[in-house]
């Protein structure tokens, strides 16, 4: 008889090391439970699911080559018992026993194993305030919820919703039923901008924007007190701490907590917040008990430090891990950098690494600066531009981190790709600089994106390049007194020049690029000259010139190009 | 007075030395000598000029706010003297002068240099036969061959081009005159394949088809004999060792070699080819002369050797390395790992490191699989396949190399760049296989391509996946008698099986994957089985619990996917 391996948990995690284990082990007996009947569904694609781009739930818990992954799909493709419905209530570490209630039955059950495997997933959180009980309030934690949304939406249920929680999986929710659905779509998040700690505020805005361009609202700094329901306990509304907004339906997206209190009550370590610790092989303090997915913690591998990082993507790779070493294949799940990306209608953004809030945070001796390059050679037809933002340690020049827009497709994924390889084999800017991404005309820039972030990175590090945020700009725009001897130096063409001259005065002037060597002598000595062009690339140039003259210069990080991605009340409207 | 730097090329490497080089010391005398008059110019955009994808040769050398790169523009906007027309004759290395012969009076110049950078390119290989003079024979060396190469197809002057060489090069113009322009063309190829030990044969195949399917015939392993020309000197035939070909417009295309004369007279190492010899700061064996561009002989990072990569992307990242050594910020170039992607019609081509013809033959223990995987969750609209190559070294685990083939758009260039990534950081696969590429549905499958690549890799290596290649199993479907103890097993859907069974009887017998544990004794045991599914992956799991019962078994590598991308006399069709 093979070893007897049970897992817990058959949605990401669980059903991976099931099915490698059975391909390194095909004698092994392998059962997996798991509390629910629909199991191996990518939770990933509710979002789409919902907005209807994936007509049927079927599709999520499909193979590509389109059989049903049920329990008949684990038996006899997969040689795997799976057993649903059951609820596992305990573990019996010296008997290895599993003890589960069958939610058919309400019968209690054993499994005995001689490994086990933890993959219990998360639960989300939910806020504690009043009304989150109402009908018409979801969680966006499983499948079930996900068909129920999207039957009330089919119905004509919905025509007002708030989602709360400007995180990731909020946005592509709030994209899903305000867009494709047309539902009056709001979000609140109570941190100052979306995508907290996980993007800086730059393009935390292009996001906010491009939601507000396709009529999704925004609410930052803003804190959910209670949500009201009606006399049949349908919710109607969200009360803030500054607005009362209707709704009849209310998507709660604030973040997932590790399932892991079968591993604490079965005496296993466990984190303050419940995550269960295992070690690089995915071991927990139980050799003889394995844990993947949402439920464990992870080393950030940037900072070298425990996180929690609920990811469908790490769930399988640590899946795959558990397996080979159960196998006595050993490897390694070392840790994570933290990769991110998303659709935001017709942008994608992303991130990895640290964000430069975050590396301060966590000690870091951090920087990060702006770049706005093009996905292709200028010349070619349909380029886009990229606007990116890397983040680097002053002292040890070590490269940090990356994120970014880009239009939809793949071109901004195929820097961020880049970036996140490179951080998971900790490089320095240096190196970063002479990476040989791919380049042809119809997909890169002779200097790629990345090679340029690492350049412009290494000349900030290097004191030649000296900022300013499009924020300090903006505030500056919108009220001079804070720095009265600041002007804005347009070094573009006169006409991309007049608009702003005409509008904001003798505070910006221009002379163009190509005229600065020749003509700097008009330029005020006694003013700190803020550079603007388009993407930075030349005031940086004109700012290296001035300087060796004596005047003082500031560049206006990523150039004017950013202000059409943001909101910005001063811009002046074309005419 | 600043430092004298002399500079002699003016296409990428020296402007790129130049610009940064006059950023970095303001005060330096930078006069860059060029023999042509049109410099800085895009010559990978060649082929898109050619083609008319580019409208007007002056988007090739103007910056992307559309200013002309020409004499002025470097001296006003960019402080840099730049001389054109001027042929660099020879350098005194002991009064540290460049003399130069001014090709419009005819007069020769001297400039005097503290330190002199080499950029003095390439030049297109020609080969030996006659008739390479004729008219309407061209190399694709400069803008002025492409802007006649142009006037000749608006000209409606071409109905029948010949291209000689299938590298890159040859095949993006190929694409460009017999695409856009309706060109009668064809490419002719001396060695066996297309893009020769760049990529392996079945991506070989995968372009050849896709050049056919429009139109552009290819002749591999065929040998040009010579060029035969009409009364009037116009280029009338290529006769080749098997054919005689009409054509009215020749391309030679068949690589590029180092200009380093200029420097072997001066006494300076030079490679036996003629590539200037130079250290990772980019130093000449003169301390005060320096070389950058397709005139040097940079490292093979994977391989550890001398290699020639004359690429545009990398005259930029070496031209920078140049500027801050002669500024006083040391860098270093530390070599190249060969990343290269390149457009045929709809779907996009590269690879990155070593091909496994090429690794075999550098002395790794080298070995290689297909995969095909999608470069988005199948439940997603618009997901396409991707098919890609992993090379490995079976020793010591080293990630070597990867390229493939993926749909038009930036989704292939996503993991080709990850991967050229981890190549310059030297990983192994196991490595490579926790690399956290982004994931979203819209971009990605939860285990990334390059993630799955990685581990189908350790699955050979660990001798669990057996493989016989696309041209294996084509030869013995067209010949049987090869391997009379072969069957093919077709584990997918019984309808996707039955035109095989029908058009090769016996040979060909089907069990879909999910009744393989049940009704296994229903295969013959002295059969070797070929097993056959879309991808591999499905092969692969059957391959592993077959080899419990004793049952021989190869899997097809990447499954019947390939042959919808490869010429495939045999497959059946569709009725």
Same mark, same amino acid.
């Given at each position: 008889?093979?070893?007897?391996?049970?897992?817990?948990?058959?949605?990401?995690?669980?059903?991976?090391?099931?099915?490698?284990?059975?391909?390194?082990?095909?004698?092994?007996?392998?059962?997996?439970?798991?509390?629910?009947?629909?199991?191996?569904?990518?939770?990933?694609?509710?979002?789409?699911?919902?907005?209807?781009?994936?007509?049927?739930?079927?599709?999520?818990?499909?193979?590509?080559?389109?059989?049903?992954?049920?329990?008949?799909?684990?038996?006899?493709?997969?040689?795997?018992?799976?057993?649903?419905?059951?609820? @596992? =209530? /305990? #573990?019996?570490?010296?008997?290895?026993?599993?003890?589960?209630?069958?939610? &058919? !039955?309400?019968?209690? *059950?054993?499994?005995?194993?001689?490994?086990?495997?933890?993959?219990?997933?998360?639960?989300?959180?939910?806020?504690?305030?009043?009304?989150?009980?109402?009908?018409?309030?979801?969680?966006?934690?499983?499948?079930?919820?996900?068909?129920?949304?999207?039957?009330?939406?089919?119905?004509?249920?919905?025509?007002?919703?708030?989602?709360?929680?400007?995180? @990731? =999986? /909020? #946005?592509?929710?709030?994209?899903?039923?305000?867009?494709?659905?047309?539902? &009056? !779509?709001?979000?609140? *998040?109570?941190?100052?901008?979306?995508?907290?700690?996980?993007?800086?505020?730059?393009?935390?805005?292009?996001?906010?924007?491009?939601?507000?361009?396709?009529?999704?609202?925004?609410?930052?700094?803003?804190?959910?007190?209670?949500?009201?329901?009606?006399?049949?306990?349908?919710?109607?509304?969200?009360?803030?701490?500054?607005?009362?907004?209707?709704?009849?339906?209310?998507?709660?997206?604030?973040?997932?907590?590790?399932?892991?209190?079968?591993?604490?009550?079965?005496?296993?370590?466990?984190?303050?917040?419940?995550?269960?610790?295992?070690?690089?092989?995915?071991?927990?303090?139980?050799?003889?008990?394995?844990?993947?997915?949402?439920?464990?913690?992870?080393?950030?591998?940037?900072?070298?430090?425990?996180?929690?990082?609920?990811?469908?993507?790490?769930?399988?790779?640590?899946?795959?891990?558990?397996?080979?070493?159960?196998?006595?294949?050993?490897?390694?799940?070392?840790?994570?950098?933290?990769?991110?990306?998303?659709?935001?209608?017709?942008?994608?953004?992303?991130?990895?690494?640290?964000?430069?809030?975050?590396?301060?945070?966590?000690?870091?001796?951090?920087?990060?600066?702006?770049?706005?390059?093009?996905?292709?050679?200028?010349?070619?037809?349909?380029?886009?531009?990229?606007?990116?933002?890397?983040?680097?340690?002053?002292?040890?020049?070590?490269?940090?981190?990356?994120?970014?827009?880009?239009?939809?497709?793949?071109?901004?994924?195929?820097?961020?790709?880049?970036?996140?390889?490179?951080?998971?084999?900790?490089?320095?800017?240096?190196?970063?600089?002479?990476?040989?991404?791919?380049?042809?005309?119809?997909?890169?820039?002779?200097?790629?994106?990345?090679?340029?972030?690492?350049?412009?990175?290494?000349?900030?590090?290097?004191?030649?390049?000296?900022?300013?945020?499009?924020?300090?700009?903006?505030?500056?725009?919108?009220?001079?007194?804070?720095?009265?001897?600041?002007?804005?130096?347009?070094?573009?063409?006169?006409?991309?020049?007049?608009?702003?001259?005409?509008?904001?005065?003798?505070?910006?002037?221009?002379?163009?690029?190509?005229?600065?060597?020749?003509?700097?002598?008009?330029?005020?000595?006694?003013?700190?000259?803020?550079?603007?062009?388009?993407?930075?690339?030349?005031?940086?140039?004109?700012?290296?010139?001035?300087?060796?003259?004596?005047?003082?210069?500031?560049?206006?990080?990523?150039?004017?190009?950013?202000?059409?991605?943001?909101?910005?009340?001063?811009?002046?409207?074309?005419?």
């Amino acid at each position: 008889m093979g070893m007897k391996v049970v897992i817990i948990g058959a949605v990401a995690a669980g059903p991976k090391t099931a099915c490698r284990l059975k391909r390194l082990m095909p004698d092994a007996q392998i059962t997996m439970i798991d509390q629910d009947d629909i199991i191996s569904y990518g939770g990933c694609g509710i979002p789409y699911y919902v907005s209807g781009d994936v007509p049927d739930d079927s599709e999520l818990y499909s193979t590509n080559f389109h059989m049903i992954r049920d329990v008949n799909f684990f038996k006899n493709a997969k040689g795997v018992e799976l057993k649903t419905k059951r609820k @596992a =209530i /305990g #573990i019996d570490r010296k008997k290895k026993v599993v003890i589960a209630k069958n939610l &058919e !039955t309400g019968k209690e *059950e054993e499994f005995p194993y001689d490994k086990l495997v933890l993959a219990t997933g998360s639960r989300p959180n939910v806020i504690p305030v009043k009304g989150v009980d109402l009908d018409g309030v979801f969680t966006i934690s499983n499948l079930h919820k996900a068909i129920e949304i999207r039957k009330r939406l089919t119905q004509g249920k919905v025509e007002k919703a708030v989602v709360i929680g400007g995180g @990731a =999986i /909020g #946005i592509e929710m709030a994209d899903a039923i305000g867009d494709l659905w047309g539902v &009056e !779509t709001k979000i609140v *998040e109570f941190m100052p901008q979306l995508l907290p700690k996980v993007v800086n505020n730059t393009i935390s805005l292009m996001i906010q924007k491009k939601l507000e361009d396709h009529n999704i609202k925004v609410y930052t700094s803003e804190t959910v007190k209670s949500i009201e329901g009606d006399e049949n306990g349908h919710v109607k509304k969200v009360i803030t701490d500054k607005h009362e907004f209707d709704a009849d339906l209310v998507l709660l997206a604030t973040g997932v907590r590790p399932r892991g209190e079968l591993a604490k009550d079965a005496g296993l370590a466990v984190s303050s917040y419940g995550a269960i610790v295992v070690n690089q092989r995915m071991q927990t303090s139980d050799p003889d008990i394995y844990a993947a997915g949402d439920c464990v913690e992870v080393i950030n591998l940037i900072t070298g430090k425990k996180a929690y990082a609920p990811m469908g993507s790490l769930a399988n790779r640590q899946g795959r891990v558990v397996a080979n070493n159960i196998a006595g294949i050993p490897s390694v799940f070392d840790g994570v950098v933290g990769t991110f990306i998303t659709q935001v209608f017709d942008i994608s953004v992303g991130a990895t690494g640290l964000s430069v809030e975050l590396a301060q945070q966590e000690g870091f001796d951090a920087e990060s600066v702006m770049i706005v390059t093009l996905n292709k050679v200028h010349f070619m037809p349909e380029h886009a531009p990229l606007y990116v933002n890397i983040i680097v340690d002053k002292r040890t020049r070590r490269f940090l981190g990356f994120q970014g827009v880009g239009p939809m497709g793949d071109s901004f994924l195929a820097r961020l790709n880049a970036a996140a390889t490179a951080l998971k084999f900790k490089v320095t800017i240096d190196e970063l600089s002479t990476v040989e991404l791919a380049y042809a005309p119809p997909f890169a820039t002779p200097v790629d994106c990345l090679n340029v972030a690492a350049n412009v990175a290494e000349n900030l590090l290097n004191g030649m390049l000296k900022l300013i945020t499009p924020q300090e700009f903006s505030e500056w725009i919108e009220n001079p007194s804070l720095h009265e001897d600041w002007i804005a130096l347009d070094v573009r063409e006169e006409q991309s020049a007049k608009p702003f001259m005409e509008a904001f005065g003798p505070r910006w002037i221009c002379l163009r690029y190509d005229k600065i060597r020749s003509e700097y002598h008009k330029l005020p000595k006694d003013k700190t000259l803020i550079l603007v062009c388009s993407s930075g690339t030349r005031s940086y140039e004109v700012q290296l010139f001035l300087d060796t003259l004596g005047y003082k210069s500031l560049v206006l990080d990523g150039g004017m190009a950013v202000f059409n991605m943001i909101p910005c009340p001063w811009y002046p409207k074309k005419s």
